[in-house]
């Protein structure tokens, strides 16, 4: 819902020549019309779309409007030319929708991983020098052991401050200490991670790159994020289909499922929960467009 002086806003807004937008931090930034084009462009929706949706946004922007509003609005009017790119643009928020426990991001992370040609296992009791940790993610390439910790957030206004990665370093050399140990003989390296779906503070970044541990969150590192690695993958979650309920997407979960390119294989599941033939058949025509740029489904 618009703010009740919005109107006004904008008009003084449209005077300066300025409009401010308020982001998730509270800070106030210049609106930026690129911006927005750049993430409806990720929702591979055409131009004249993106065109469309742009004109009917900026109509009703408001001075100091919440970004997170901005998007609504974008993903409503989106919605409404296009069923399947509205179901990309959705991206961030159905990563949030991967709870309320974080396991089903562990799994979506492992998938993730093993597009990247890592040997994953999820939710592993390890051994380390001093006592056991139950590790998130242990994967494993002809290289590289990766000892990772996921931490899952609901609300996109958390994040990670410094005490995670002090934490997960303690553990990961602990465990680190144990497989050098164990693997004597092979040449490998270990390196501990931290993978959020949020963001991390400054100085739980410093702190996690200066003992040179793996950090990946939504928007971090620049070009190698969460969301860059999910749009170079084109694995998208099951949360991000608009074809299926809240509920429904739940069960999926709840048997594994997390990937949406999983339902083609899947359509006796969903005869299973009572859906009926025709939204089934909905259900797999969106699947298969948000996938298409995914080769190997």
């Given at each position: 819902m618009l703010h009740k002086n919005s109107e006004s806003n904008t008009k003084k807004a449209d005077?300066?020549?300025?409009?401010?937008?308020?982001?998730?931090?509270?800070?106030?930034?210049l609106f930026d019309e690129e911006k927005l084009k750049r993430s409806l462009r990720r929702?591979?929706?055409?131009?004249?779309?993106i065109s469309q949706v742009i004109d009917k946004v900026k109509?009703?922007?408001?001075?100091?409007?919440p970004t997170r509003e901005i998007y609504k609005l974008a993903f409503s009017h989106l919605k409404k030319y296009s069923f399947q790119s509205a179901s990309r643009y959705k991206l961030k928020s159905a990563i949030l929708e991967l709870g309320p426990s974080g396991f089903?991001?562990?799994?979506y992370?492992?998938?993730?991983?093993?597009?990247?040609?890592?040997?994953?296992?999820?939710?592993?009791i390890v051994q380390g020098h001093c006592v056991s940790?139950?590790?998130?993610?242990?994967a494993e390439n002809e290289e590289q052991h990766l000892i990772i910790e996921c931490k899952f957030h609901s609300d996109q206004r958390r994040f990670c401050d410094i005490k995670v990665p002090l934490y997960i370093h303690s553990r990961f050399k602990d465990v680190e200490t144990k497989m050098k140990e164990k693997h004597s003989k092979v040449h490998k390296s270990y390196l501990g991670g931290l993978i959020t779906n949020t963001r991390f503070s400054s100085d739980a970044l410093q702190y996690g790159n200066c003992m040179g541990m793996f950090m990946l969150s939504w928007d971090y590192p620049f070009n190698m994020s969460l969301k860059s690695l999910i749009d170079e993958s084109g694995l998208h979650p099951i949360t991000s289909l608009l074809t299926l309920a809240k509920l429904e997407k739940d069960q999926l979960l709840s048997r594994?499922?997390?990937?949406?390119?999983?339902?083609?294989?899947?359509?006796?599941?969903?005869?299973?929960?009572?859906?009926?033939?025709?939204?089934?058949?909905?259900?797999?025509?969106?699947?298969k467009s948000i996938c298409e740029s995914n080769s190997s489904y």
């Open positions: 005077q300066k020549g300025t409009m401010l937008v308020t982001k998730m931090s509270g800070v106030q930034v929702s591979k929706a055409d131009e004249e779309i109509k009703e922007l408001y001075d100091t409007m089903p991001f562990e799994k992370i492992a998938e993730l991983l093993k597009f990247k040609n890592y040997r994953t296992e999820v939710g592993t940790h139950e590790i998130d993610i242990l594994g499922l997390v990937l949406c390119k999983d339902l083609l294989h899947e359509e006796k599941t969903l005869r299973g929960m009572d859906i009926s033939e025709s939204r089934i058949n909905k259900i797999i025509e969106e699947v």
